[in-house]
DNA sequence: TTGCGTGCAAAGGTTTTGCATGGCA
DNA sequence: TGCCATGCAAAACCTTTGCACGCAA
């Protein structure tokens, strides 16, 4: 394990992480909280603390759906390599569905489709309560 | 509806999509098929094609997973919005969950976890079975 | 002839890299 | 003092846009 060091910009990229446990965040996100505190970090300090933490496993790097640029999550927890997420296409909230459920989905898949699911990289889209009854889209599943 | 020309470039473009139907590809894949069939074309060309045939519902558009570029599926039957796919991370083919189970599925995380899926958006990754054969990984759910 | 399709050049946004300097331990 | 962290500039990529011209119907 390589040696690090304590930093006012490590910090505080932690601290806004940690905020945001449970959304996805962009990098763009990060550069702008960073502002708000008055404190001016380069952008490629950012993108060398989320590598390092990507790297690390503390956060989940992907690409969103669209031309946007990458998403991160924290991995809030250690089991999240053993459940899927569902993330809201409208306030980008992430949910875990860590859930008996979430077992018989991976074995229908690999039972019946012969595909060994990868949780990390999959992501379910989607609206989350809130934003489907603000936006009463009726495009979805049900 | 607006009026459309035929050209050659629309032609090889499709051909090549056509080609390859269960797969996901690039906007840089086109090219370099393009560019085997000796027909030069301008990049933005080909983003204005695959761009109306993604308008038009033929092409279905999604950011893939970590730093590469946009990935473009066909949507070979009606049914696309209704059913998620699954793509192999090691061959980019892509497979419908077409069966009883998907309405599970989409009920479960309806009534459960009060979540609207949205099926076009949303991407399962995992191992196809020949993949997972000749890759031997264990880190996938089963 | 009409107006869609194309090429070219340029720009925009995101992310990465090299190099010299700063600063934690 | 050693070595990681940072800033700055530049580049790499992918994708989009404006404008003028080409070409299908």
Known sequence: ???SYNT???????????KHSDKA????DIIRFLDEQNFSV????????????TKTGT????????????EYQLATVDTCQEHIHMQ???CSKIFHLECDFMKDIAHHLYNH??????CIDSMLKGLCKKCSIK??????CK
Do not use: P, W
Request: with cysteine; charged share 30%; glycine share 2%.
């Open 135 to 140: 936006n009463k889209k009726t495009t979805h």
């Open 25 to 28: 965040f962009t990098a763009a």
């Open 1 to 3: 394990m390589q040696k």
């Open 42 to 53: 380069n952008t490629t300090t950012v993108y060398r603390n989320i590598e390092k933490l």
């Open 59 to 70: 956060l989940i790097k992907r690409k969103s759906t669209g031309n946007e640029s990458c």
């Open 113 to 118: 489709h012969n595909f060994s699911l990868d």
């Open 8 to 18: 006012k910009s490590k910090d505080l990229i932690m601290k806004f992480v940690e």
């Open 88 to 90: 809201c296409t409208s």
